[in-house]
């Protein structure tokens, strides 16, 4: 029926009707057949491997018994060589012994027993000495009645079966006990070895408990059996047993089934005992027996479904399927009897696919200035005039920034391409395949923006986020080698830290300007501006950590007049600036050591204080920091001038003449004792003198004409120079030897005086 359905609705291309129909229902009972009998083999072998994994574990676990047992027995007989040859035992049992000596002997005897079962892996030790009554175990003496009534009360042995293998001469006798611990073996020796008359004298008793073969079976529906050459049963350790047969009836490594019990032998090397595991698999075979037969009919009822699932969709997927390839034979101008076949499907959707490629292409093409101008406006800080929903999964963002150097090789030797051109196949590179890299695990989108390439990255989750370094060194770093590989030029890089939130864009973009600013120190040109961050506040610190003495010892060099120490501090604090502050900072520390120049000027004259004035209002309103520092220089040297007229003109010069007799000669030998310290200053004369610096420096100025600064710079210039002439020494030798505190200060100072370098003093006198 259905098949005329089929025909009815497409009459002119009945064959190829029939021919994909057939197809179709065909390959629905393929698939069915070769799952079912991939199933049914997978099964069937699961259900072997199963068998034989039991069947090995069940051999491992007797193979475990045999050997606990047997070790287990050696340690028996080292035990019962041991307590044979004790001489405790052998007065016990020969001796005529008062009561004193016998109870010496039986404590002394229960503690080697003790010691005994320390070393050994038994439960318990007791000899029974029947010649003297008595009990000995590790825990106490008693007599028979009282031993066995705690040692054997819970038990199900009687005291007369218990006295009868006590008695009994068999080496070797063991006595089966259940309690409600489990099952034990009482393995009995008679003592001494030699044996007269068939009396036994005494019994060595030796506990070995099933629980321990238990547990190393690891199951509790096993049980285990203990048969010697004699056909004696030695040890049962569980009631639910097949009957046992006799010793030669069980061989090695064969299994035996016996209605629903599996039994396993093994033969012990130490004394020929054979060994039994029983346990009942036959719940376990029947189960799996019946799951095989449910997978099979499980098996047959999926075809059956199968088979009737692809008729069902046949007949309703078809005809859908028909109209399509009628309306696309009429779009493509095919006739009417053209075969309908799945070739015709599949040029039909790739034909889709490509026009709704290039519409996508068309659409993001128009689309693209529009983007670019939004994420440009987010980057600087601008309000878009538009807004453009982009696919960023999270509010996590990283802007990087890309510089490309070496373009001119992009062309290889075509020198006369234009300049715009190579630009826009440099950004079309490195979009293309920066894009592909970042967007494999987040999201990146890449724009032009004012001389830089920029990167707005989105993460996807918080994840990705801490731990953005790793991801985006390492997508950066492959980028970088596959375009030089490619097109031979590179880039340099800065990557902002991570923000949150599209408002923080711009804030981004000016940390991946700055750490684009640093790639010329980086070999790798790959810079995260938070490092350099992390390297800037760590120079700060250290810079603050020593400004605040150095100002203060500025102050005291100014007010001292010392116009040459000042300017040595002023270059010790501008050159750490420059290493250790940004330009903006660096100003701010000038401008703020200009105040502290002027709160030294204390003078009455406003009109120089105007004129100071005048000068740091005109270097405030400069931008280049080494003009403020030449300000900043300017005017500590006025207030260092002021200073000293300042001195001059208050000073007492009756007093100054009368104390210079007393206090010059000193200074001056002082002075020319130590001008080679590098720290002599006015500061370090006046507290050596317990003088002030301005009393001091009034009474040698105007005794020598001269200042102690001027004096001591003319020391060490006389000492410069003989060094230079009379010797091979470097300069900074020189310097240091002379007693000045740099290089810089020393050539400043020699430039001076001499108004020649030191260098060329020395080759002119040396010649």
């Given at each position: 029926?259905?098949?005329?359905?089929f025909?009815?609705?497409?009459?002119?291309?009945?064959?190829?009707?029939?021919?994909?129909?057939?197809?179709?229902?065909?390959?629905?009972?393929v698939?069915?057949?070769?799952?079912?009998?991939?199933?049914?083999?997978?099964y069937?072998?699961?259900v072997?491997?199963?068998e034989?994994?039991?069947?090995?574990?069940?051999?491992?676990?007797?193979?475990?018994v045999?050997?606990?047992?047997?070790?287990d027995?050696?340690?028996?007989?080292?035990?019962?060589?041991m307590?044979?040859?004790?001489?405790?035992?052998?007065?016990?049992?020969?001796?005529?012994?008062?009561?004193?000596?016998?109870?010496?002997?039986?404590?002394?005897?229960?503690?080697?027993?003790?010691?005994?079962?320390?070393?050994?892996?038994?439960?318990?030790?007791?000899?029974?000495?029947?010649?003297?009554?008595?009990?000995?175990?590790?825990?106490?003496?008693?007599?028979?009645?009282?031993?066995?009534?705690?040692?054997?009360?819970?038990?199900?042995?009687?005291?007369?079966?218990?006295q009868?293998?006590?008695?009994?001469?068999?080496?070797?006798?063991?006595?089966?006990?259940?309690?409600?611990?489990?099952?034990?073996?009482?393995?009995?020796?008679?003592?001494?070895?030699?044996?007269?008359?068939?009396?036994?004298?005494?019994?060595?008793?030796l506990?070995?408990?099933?629980?321990?073969?238990?547990?190393?079976?690891?199951?509790?529906?096993?049980?285990?059996?203990?048969?010697?050459?004699?056909?004696?049963?030695?040890?049962a350790?569980?009631y639910?047993?097949?009957?046992?047969?006799?010793?030669?009836?069980?061989?090695?490594?064969?299994?035996?089934?016996?209605?629903?019990y599996?039994?396993m032998?093994r033969?012990?090397?130490?004394?020929?005992?054979?060994?039994?595991?029983?346990?009942?698999?036959?719940?376990?075979?029947?189960?799996?027996?019946?799951?095989?037969?449910?997978?099979?009919a499980?098996?047959?009822?999926?075809?059956?479904?199968?088979?009737?699932?692809?008729?069902?969709?046949?007949?309703?997927?078809?005809?859908?399927?028909?109209?399509?390839?009628?309306?696309?034979?009429?779009?493509?101008?095919?006739?009417?009897?053209?075969?309908?076949?799945?070739?015709?499907?599949?040029?039909?959707?790739?034909?889709?696919?490509n026009?709704?490629?290039?519409?996508?292409?068309?659409?993001?093409?128009?689309?693209?200035?529009?983007?670019?101008a939004?994420?440009?406006?987010?980057?600087?800080?601008?309000?878009p005039?538009?807004?453009?929903?982009?696919?960023?999964?999270?509010?996590l963002?990283s802007?990087?920034?890309?510089?490309?150097?070496?373009?001119?090789?992009?062309f290889?030797?075509?020198?006369?391409?234009?300049?715009?051109?190579?630009?826009?196949?440099?950004?079309?590179?490195?979009?293309?395949v920066?894009e592909?890299?970042?967007?494999?695990?987040?999201?990146?989108?890449?724009?032009?923006?004012?001389?830089?390439?920029?990167?707005?990255?989105?993460?996807?989750?918080?994840?990705?986020?801490g731990?953005?370094k790793?991801?985006?060194?390492?997508?950066?770093?492959?980028?970088?080698s596959?375009?030089?590989?490619?097109?031979?030029?590179?880039?340099?890089?800065?990557?902002?830290?991570?923000?949150?939130?599209?408002?923080?864009?711009?804030?981004?973009?000016?940390?991946?300007?700055?750490?684009l600013?640093?790639?010329?120190?980086?070999?790798?040109?790959?810079?995260?501006?938070d490092?350099?961050?992390?390297?800037?506040?760590a120079?700060?610190?250290?810079?603050?950590?020593?400004?605040?003495?150095?100002?203060?010892a500025l102050?005291?060099?100014?007010e001292n007049?010392?116009?040459?120490?000042?300017?040595?501090i002023?270059?010790?604090?501008?050159s750490?600036?420059?290493?250790?502050?940004?330009?903006?900072?660096?100003?701010i520390?000038?401008?703020?050591?200009?105040?502290a120049?002027?709160?030294?000027?204390?003078?009455?004259?406003?009109?120089?204080?105007?004129?100071?004035?005048?000068?740091?209002?005109h270097?405030?309103?400069?931008?280049?920091?080494?003009?403020?520092?030449?300000?900043l220089?300017?005017?500590?040297?006025?207030?260092?001038?002021?200073?000293?007229?300042a001195?001059?003109?208050?000073?007492?010069?009756?007093?100054?003449?009368?104390?210079?007799?007393?206090?010059?000669?000193?200074?001056?030998?002082?002075?020319?004792?130590?001008?080679?310290d590098?720290?002599?200053?006015?500061?370090a004369?006046?507290e050596?003198?317990?003088?002030?610096?301005y009393?001091?420096?009034?009474?040698?100025?105007?005794?020598?004409?001269?200042?102690?600064?001027?004096?001591?710079?003319?020391?060490?210039?006389?000492?410069a120079?003989?060094?230079?002439?009379?010797?091979?020494?470097?300069?900074?030798?020189?310097?240091?030897?002379?007693g000045?505190?740099?290089?810089?200060?020393?050539?400043?100072t020699?430039?001076k005086?001499?108004?020649?370098?030191?260098?060329?003093?020395?080759?002119?006198?040396?010649?």
């Amino acid at each position: 029926m259905w098949l005329k359905y089929f025909n009815r609705r497409n009459p002119t291309s009945r064959k190829s009707s029939f021919f994909l129909l057939y197809v179709w229902l065909l390959s629905y009972l393929v698939i069915c057949l070769v799952m079912s009998m991939t199933s049914t083999f997978l099964y069937s072998s699961l259900v072997k491997t199963t068998e034989e994994q039991v069947e090995q574990t069940h051999m491992s676990n007797l193979d475990k018994v045999v050997t606990q047992v047997d070790n287990d027995l050696s340690y028996a007989n080292k035990v019962y060589s041991m307590l044979s040859k004790n001489d405790k035992v052998n007065k016990l049992i020969y001796d005529e012994l008062p009561t004193v000596l016998e109870d010496k002997y039986s404590i002394e005897l229960a503690k080697d027993i003790s010691q005994l079962l320390s070393t050994m892996d038994f439960t318990d030790v007791y000899i029974y000495f029947q010649n003297r009554n008595i009990v000995i175990s590790s825990q106490q003496r008693n007599s028979p009645e009282e031993f066995f009534s705690s040692f054997y009360g819970n038990t199900s042995v009687t005291y007369q079966t218990w006295q009868m293998n006590m008695k009994s001469a068999n080496m070797g006798n063991y006595l089966s006990v259940q309690d409600e611990d489990g099952w034990h073996i009482d393995m009995m020796y008679q003592l001494p070895i030699f044996i007269e008359n068939t009396y036994v004298h005494a019994t060595m008793v030796l506990r070995i408990s099933d629980t321990k073969l238990k547990n190393i079976t690891g199951s509790d529906r096993a049980s285990l059996a203990i048969i010697d050459s004699n056909d004696r049963l030695l040890m049962a350790s569980s009631y639910d047993f097949p009957k046992i047969g006799t010793y030669y009836s069980y061989s090695d490594d064969i299994i035996l089934q016996e209605e629903d019990y599996v039994t396993m032998c093994r033969t012990s090397s130490y004394n020929t005992w054979k060994y039994l595991y029983t346990t009942n698999n036959s719940k376990f075979y029947k189960k799996i027996e019946h799951t095989k037969h449910i997978n099979i009919a499980f098996i047959l009822l999926s075809l059956l479904l199968c088979c009737g699932l692809g008729i069902y969709f046949s007949i309703k997927n078809y005809h859908p399927l028909n109209e399509l390839i009628k309306i696309y034979k009429r779009q493509a101008g095919l006739k009417e009897d053209a075969p309908h076949n799945y070739k015709i499907v599949k040029e039909a959707l790739s034909d889709y696919v490509n026009s709704k490629r290039n519409l996508n292409s068309i659409e993001q093409n128009k689309h693209q200035p529009i983007v670019t101008a939004y994420l440009t406006g987010l980057l600087k800080g601008t309000n878009p005039k538009t807004t453009v929903n982009l696919p960023f999964p999270t509010e996590l963002f990283s802007v990087v920034l890309f510089r490309p150097y070496n373009t001119e090789k992009l062309f290889g030797s075509d020198n006369n391409m234009d300049i715009k051109e190579t630009e826009n196949t440099t950004f079309f590179i490195i979009q293309n395949v920066m894009e592909e890299l970042f967007n494999k695990s987040d999201y990146c989108k890449i724009i032009q923006i004012d001389d830089c390439i920029a990167g707005i990255y989105c993460y996807r989750d918080e994840h990705s986020s801490g731990i953005y370094k790793n991801g985006i060194h390492s997508a950066v770093t492959y980028g970088l080698s596959f375009i030089k590989t490619n097109f031979q030029f590179g880039f340099d890089v800065g990557i902002s830290s991570v923000r949150n939130g599209m408002e923080k864009l711009s804030f981004a973009y000016n940390e991946a300007r700055l750490a684009l600013g640093s790639c010329s120190a980086a070999d790798s040109g790959i810079v995260f501006y938070d490092e350099i961050y992390r390297e800037s506040l760590a120079a700060e610190k250290s810079f603050f950590k020593s400004f605040t003495s150095r100002k203060d010892a500025l102050i005291v060099n100014i007010e001292n007049g010392d116009s040459e120490g000042a300017r040595e501090i002023l270059d010790t604090i501008f050159s750490q600036c420059v290493a250790s502050l940004n330009i903006e900072k660096t100003k701010i520390i000038l401008l703020h050591l200009e105040s502290a120049v002027l709160s030294a000027l204390n003078i009455a004259e406003d009109e120089f204080r105007e004129e100071i004035d005048g000068d740091i209002m005109h270097s405030m309103s400069m931008d280049n920091i080494s003009d403020i520092f030449d300000s900043l220089t300017k005017i500590t040297q006025k207030v260092c001038d002021a200073r000293k007229e300042a001195g001059a003109t208050v000073s007492d010069n009756t007093e100054v003449s009368a104390n210079a007799e007393t206090y010059l000669p000193k200074i001056i030998d002082y002075i020319r004792t130590n001008y080679t310290d590098s720290n002599l200053n006015v500061t370090a004369v006046s507290e050596y003198f317990n003088m002030s610096s301005y009393y001091i420096s009034k009474v040698f100025k105007n005794t020598t004409g001269e200042s102690i600064i001027e004096y001591i710079a003319k020391l060490r210039m006389e000492k410069a120079k003989r060094l230079l002439e009379s010797t091979d020494l470097s300069i900074t030798d020189v310097y240091l030897q002379s007693g000045f505190a740099s290089e810089k200060t020393f050539s400043r100072t020699f430039n001076k005086y001499e108004a020649i370098t030191p260098g060329k003093y020395r080759r002119n006198h040396k010649m």
